[in-house]
Antibody, heavy 119, light 109 residues
Framework: QVQLQESGPGLVKPSQTLSLTCTVSGGSISSGSYYWSWIRQPAGKGLEWIGRIYTSGSTNYNPSLKSRVTISVDTSKNQFSLKLSSVTAADTAVYYC???????????WGQGTLVTVSS | QSVLTQPPSMSAAPGQTVTISCSGSSSNIGNNYVSWYQHLPGTAPKLLIYDNYKRPSGIPDRFSGSKSGTSATLGITGLQAGDEADYYCGTWDSGLGAVFGGGTKLTVL
């Protein structure tokens, strides 16, 4: 059974960089034809896809966030990571990592981690 | 404003059937598969339907999905108290990447 777990600071100051890591267990991140995505949900709002990475390292990003987002993968640690720069209060949200079968079929999700942007 | 349009809320009594709609366009639903997710507060979203109508292992057949043109529908029969949750549709958009509906809050009366 594949499991995903997000980790990282729960509080980030405005203008700084938000950094999160997703650790995958129960299977190798580099096996199979999967994408690995980051998705967020601000309080009281819907889900927003941030971007994804393939095990080859190729990435796709939400155009509205592309200039601030970097997703990377470390196959040796079975992890992938999110960096979101120049954060503001609007980036406060629960951040989820998820496995993407293809074209937005997210079959495994982490429990989510709340990141608050505040000074 | 979400790319995919869902009704914000719906309600029905236990045992009844509900259908939740998801409307998009030719750049998303019209040319891609649709998935549906159940989200209970404080938990990870759960994949209910993928590729328009397929159910992952463990999802009861009370949940069904369909797609026609640029719209999709999630059906839930025999409503149970445990079905009370937020439901999201999702798909791929040719210009935006993965997109979701705004979510439908289902209340079981």
């Amino acid at each position: 059974q594949v499991q995903l777990q997000e980790s990282g600071p729960g509080l980030v100051k405005p203008s700084q960089t938000l950094s999160l890591t997703c650790t995958v267990s129960g299977g190798s991140i580099s096996s199979g034809s999967y994408y690995w995505s980051w998705i967020r949900q601000p309080a009281g709002k819907g889900l927003e896809w941030i971007g994804r990475i393939y095990t080859s390292g190729s990435t796709n990003y939400n155009p509205s966030l592309k200039s601030r987002v970097t997703i990377s993968v470390d196959t040796s640690k079975n992890q992938f990571s999110l960096k979101l720069s120049s954060v503001t209060a609007a980036d406060t949200a629960v951040y989820y990592c998820a496995r993407d079968l293809d074209a937005s079929n997210f079959d495994y999700w982490g429990q989510g981690t709340l990141v608050t942007v505040s000074s | 404003q979400s790319v995919l349009t869902q009704p914000p809320s719906m309600s029905a009594a236990p045992g009844q059937t509900v259908t939740i709609s998801c409307s998009g366009s030719s750049s998303n639903i019209g040319n891609n598969y649709v998935s549906w997710y159940q989200h209970l507060p404080g938990t990870a979203p759960k994949l209910l339907i993928y590729d328009n109508y397929k159910r992952p292992s463990g999802i009861p057949d009370r949940f069904s999905g369909s797609k026609s043109g640029t719209s999709a529908t999630l059906g839930i029969t025999g409503l149970q108290a445990g079905d009370e949750a937020d439901y999201y549709c999702g798909t791929w958009d040719s210009g935006l990447g993965a997109v979701f509906g705004g979510g439908t809050k289902l209340t079981v009366l």
